[in-house]
């Protein structure tokens, strides 16, 4: 984040019920999994009933949400009642001061509550994202891969992504995920697991059985050309690609009495102009400020 991140007024946020008959629009369409995330989704107040909104749409298979935890341990139940399945927490060090440095000052002893709490409540899948940043964190593979073993969960390493809303990043502090697999076999044997079209990560089982490992090679092994993801942001658009810089606006249409045809109409057109993918678009934008802050987009 940046210091002084500029804020949205409240009237340009879609509202729940926007964001559910968007989402059962894209049900429609074929899309059957929902994945709440951001920017921070446990910041947007009264979460739970969009939560519970979006688990009564007939056909949904797999609700889940990622956060950085700070509010879990609050909320983690209510979320499970109202009809979330899974939990990814963000987790980047287990070092407390090096945690809040990364952060921003972010409280290490309550992201650590808010796992427990989503274990405790019954998620399932329950992930860790890690991301790695060469200097910074990469001394710590392999203990982060350990909470794995300890914990029975997902721990899922992601190369560090020009998404960073300070501009810190650069390719000589890209860790890829074959330096990261290597430094975990250091200590576990790892089984690969073939990787299902359209997943992000490429799984590893732990010989003994306990967790799990996965890997996420945004960077150095893009998996663009099997990619079956869309992103609808928290102002309203629809979001093809994260490495392209292009937003297809649909709020004008949801505000201002649209049919569904015309909606579904723009939406498909949307997906259409996905963009060819990562490693295009860094040849394509040598300048990092074409790439969007991960915390502009929210939704």
Known sequence: MPTHPVWLPHSEILTFEEIHH????????GVTKIRLSGGEPLMRRDIERLVKLLAGIPGIQQLN???????????????????????????HSL???RFAEITGGGPFDKVIQGIKAAKSSGFR??????????????????????????????????EYMPFDGQRHWGMDKVVSGREIVDK?????????????????????????GN???????????????DCDRIRLSADGKIV????????FDLRPLLRTGASDEKILKFMGEAVLRKT????????????????????????
């Open 22 to 29: 968007v989402a059962s629009l894209f049900l429609g369409m």
């Open 65 to 91: 949400m990622t956060t950085n935890g700070f509010l879990l341990a609050e909320k983690a139940a209510a979320l499970k009642s109202a009809g979330l399945r899974g939990i990814t927490v963000s987790l």
């Open 95 to 97: 070092k407390p001061e």
């Open 125 to 158: 899948p329950l992930k860790i994202n890690s991301v790695i940043i060469r200097g910074c964190n990469d001394d710590e593979i392999a203990d982060l891969a350990s909470l794995a073993v300890e914990s029975n969960v997902s721990v899922r390493f992601i």
């Open 184 to 208: 975990i076999r250091e200590r576990y044997e790892l089984v690969s697991v073939p990787r299902p079209a359209g997943s992000t990560a490429q799984l590893y089982k732990l010989e003994d």
């Open 211 to 225: 967790g799990e490992i996965g890997i996420i090679t945004s960077i150095t092994q893009p998996f663009c050309s």
């Open 240 to 247: 093809p690609c994260l490495f392209d810089k292009a937003g």
């Open 276 to 299: 060819p993918g990562v490693e295009t678009l860094l040849k394509k934008y040598q300048q990092l400020e074409h790439i969007r802050p991960m915390h502009t987009i929210g939704g």
